[in-house]
């Protein structure tokens, strides 16, 4: 069987550790393989409420439900039986999530055994190359499971990316009546239409006040767009009221208006309407680059400033020359020493925005050359079948 075979079963299991990212990268990744590659997906997530928030079809309360093509189950406990016929021809557990041990028992039991993966989180480190595909056998089954990392080389997994993305983003980007139209659903108004539009989507520890002190005393017009529960402190402050959906208010050159949370494929489009994106974590991260904007990168904030590490390693993939984009994203995170305030650098760093814009053109033109992550992962997934007996 191959691994662009119609009639593949492919189970993946999420549990969410932590806001939407790992929730957001399964769905994303569920859909595709069910409808580009036409595989009969199932993914187990253990938190529906999380999951309902970037997408709202899902019922909280249902133990399994069909949603875009996909069976949706509720993982909720590691106590299930299963047998072998229950078991997908391909099992993918997100960031180590450890699938329940009688499903693990029954996929030893299989022939041809299942193709077994982890798929690991994002990071621009070098050892990421030596690692990705690497195997590991269960201790005491006769089972292998692969590990595999997205990244930003040839020698890794790549980057997740639908078929039609980009065509896509092209033709909203093109076309200044449909992201009107778009923005205006959330009350944008013509006049912050004309604006620079920034989306604001970061973690709560993010020197959101300072850059907001900046922006207000500037000389240039600037609409920030924040999704609702996002830097809540730093927008009610601003607004000197509630943080609800609708909320708006303009002081100096600055309008904040939050934003109800949206549906996945909303929020790619908010990207593409924005000229310039803060993001976080790993899959709003990603959807910024290919969005062909630039964006800021709040990462996810890991023991004794770990994430410091990762943070510079993609700054020196993504960013070489562009020292203002360096500086601020330092700054963003608390990476840099004795200056923990953005405003004093936002001046040059909108100077030099027009720069960061074709920069973030070519960085998306050579990421599509590392192919994308699912199809890479199928690719693999036929090599490993076709390298075993049965
Ligand atoms: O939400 P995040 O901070 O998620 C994660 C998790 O915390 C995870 O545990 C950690 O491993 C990871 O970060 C690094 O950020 P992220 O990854 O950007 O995920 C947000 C998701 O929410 C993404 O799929 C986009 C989606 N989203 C919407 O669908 N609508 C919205 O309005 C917004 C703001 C986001």
Not at 28 to 44: D, K, M, N, P, S
Not at 311 to 316: E, G, M, P, S, V
Request: proline share 8%.
């Amino acid at each position: 069987m191959s691994f662009n075979d119609p009639a593949l079963t492919l189970a993946l299991f999420c549990r969410v550790v932590d806001n939407y990212g790992d929730i957001g990268i399964c769905w994303r990744l569920a859909r595709q393989l069910q409808r580009e590659h036409g595989i009969a997906v199932t993914l187990w997530v253990d938190d529906l409420p999380s999951f309902r928030r970037i997408c709202p079809a899902i019922d909280p309360a249902a133990a399994r439900q069909e949603v875009d093509g996909v069976l949706v189950r509720h993982w909720a406990s590691q106590d299930g039986v299963f047998a072998p016929g229950d078991i997908a021809d391909m099992v993918i557990e997100f960031f180590a999530c450890d699938i329940p041990p009688g499903y693990i028992t029954a996929m030893a039991q299989c022939e041809p055994r299942p193709v077994w993966f982890n798929l690991e989180g994002l990071s621009a480190e070098e050892w990421v190359e030596g690692c990705h595909t690497l195997p590991s056998s269960h201790p005491r089954l006769p089972l292998t499971k692969h590990f595999f990392f997205p990244g930003f080389t040839a020698k890794t997994g790549g980057l997740m990316r639908e078929a039609r993305l980009d065509d896509e983003r092209r033709q909203f980007q093109a076309d200044p009546v449909t992201m009107a139209d778009f923005l205006g659903q959330f009350g944008v108004t013509a006049s912050e239409m004309a604006s620079t539009k920034v989306s604001l989507f970061c973690y709560p520890h993010a020197p959101v006040a300072q850059l907001f002190a900046a922006w207000q005393g500037g000389s240039h017009a600037i609409t920030c767009l924040v999704p609702d529960g996002v830097a809540k402190d730093a927008v009610e402050s601003f607004l000197e009221a509630p943080a609800d959906p609708g909320a708006a208010r303009t002081r100096g050159a600055l309008t904040v208006r939050v934003l109800p949370f949206v549906a996945q494929p909303d929020y790619d489009r908010l990207l593409w309407a924005c000229e310039l994106n803060f993001v976080r974590g790993e899959d709003s991260f990603v959807r910024a680059q290919w969005a062909g904007r630039p964006f800021v990168w709040h990462i996810y904030p890991q023991d004794e400033n770990l994430h410091h590490k990762k943070l510079r390693a993609f700054l020196d993939r993504y960013a070489t020359g562009l020292d203002r984009l360096c500086a601020l994203s330092l700054c963003w995170n608390g990476a840099m020493p004795g200056n923990p305030d953005p405003a004093p650098l936002w001046p040059a760093f909108q100077a030099a925005l027009p720069e960061m814009h074709a920069h973030a053109d070519e960085w998306q033109r050579r990421m599509l050359a590392n192919g994308d992550l699912t199809s890479n992962m199928l690719i693999f997934a036929s090599s490993l079948r076709s390298c075993r007996p049965g």
